[in-house]
């Protein structure tokens, strides 16, 4: 099992940028594809973007292509990834979750994860 644990989220207004940060721990570590999801009241939990620990393999999704980038940094048996969120929009505002996959493919579902953390908020306000 993968401990994540997120920071970063926050109340920005239109056009801010902010900087989520999810640090991963545990066995196995680089078999794992972190990845961000997002979620709102309305929308299920989607996945918006995916590193792998080894190797670096990124996906953004087109939603946030062009304004949302994915990195990480790996030191010490623990690997941190960033979730840098540029032109933020009212439609980002959700509640912002990590979450890791074994072995995972490019993308995987919500449904797929093996483990998650706890979700950050982030508010934009117009």
């Known amino acids: 099992q993968v401990l994540l644990v997120e920071s970063g989220g926050g109340l920005v207004q239109v056009g801010a940028s902010l900087r989520l940060s999810c640090a991963a721990s545990?066995?196995?570590?680089?078999?794992?594809?972190l990845g961000w999801f997002r979620q709102t009241p309305e929308k299920a939990r989607e996945l918006i973007a995916a590193i792998s620990i080894v190797g670096g393999l990124e996906y953004i999704a087109n939603s946030v292509k062009g304004r949302f980038t994915i990195s990480k940094d790996n030191a010490n048996a623990k690997s941190t990834v960033y979730l840098q969120m540029n032109s933020l929009k009212p439609i980002d505002t959700a509640v912002y979750y990590c979450a890791a996959r074994k072995n995972a493919a490019y993308t995987y579902s919500a449904n797929e994860a093996d483990d998650w953390g706890h979700g950050t908020q982030v508010t934009v306000s117009s």
């Open positions: 545990g066995p196995d570590l680089n078999f794992y594809r």
